[in-house]
């Protein structure tokens, strides 16, 4: 992880040599590309979300804790300046969010950069259809 990454975690008090925060802000499938809906350039079907919420419950299957520290770095990175960070908090937090992170979530629906609030949207309706159906 280059020193850049690792001061915007310090600044929002994460711990840079957290495996979670690492996967956070070094592995996919969330980040500046990420689609929503389906993909034109993945195989037929394949859905991004989908496969981050695959990833997650893999994740969870080796650390039952995976989904709870998941949520403490969405919350921390929701605070983050820095766009990325808070664009991929907003995915994640779809995955593993709670009341909390919907809250939070709910915020930057009408923030100024039009990524963050179209992302926000997204995931909003997705963490609202899972706490709807139980699954969060």
Not at 29 to 58: A, M
Not at 82 to 107: I, M, S, T, W, Y
Request: glycine fraction near 6%.
């Amino acid at each position: 992880m280059n020193k850049a990454l690792s001061n915007e975690i310090r600044k929002v008090s994460g711990d840079p040599t957290d495996v979670v925060w690492r996967w956070f802000v070094l592995n996919g499938p969330h980040g500046t590309r990420f689609k929503w809906g389906p993909s034109k350039n993945g195989p037929p079907g394949f859905v991004e979300l989908e496969f981050l919420e695959r990833i997650v419950r893999e994740k969870e299957e080796h650390d039952a804790s995976f989904p709870e520290r998941a949520r403490a770095v969405v919350r921390a990175a929701l605070s983050s300046p820095d766009p990325n960070f808070v664009r991929r908090a907003l995915q994640v937090a779809a995955v593993v969010g709670g009341d909390a992170e919907l809250k939070q979530v709910l915020d930057f629906t009408s923030h100024e950069s039009d990524e963050i609030a179209s992302d926000a949207k997204a995931s909003a309706f997705h963490l609202k259809k899972r706490l709807r159906n139980g699954t969060a």
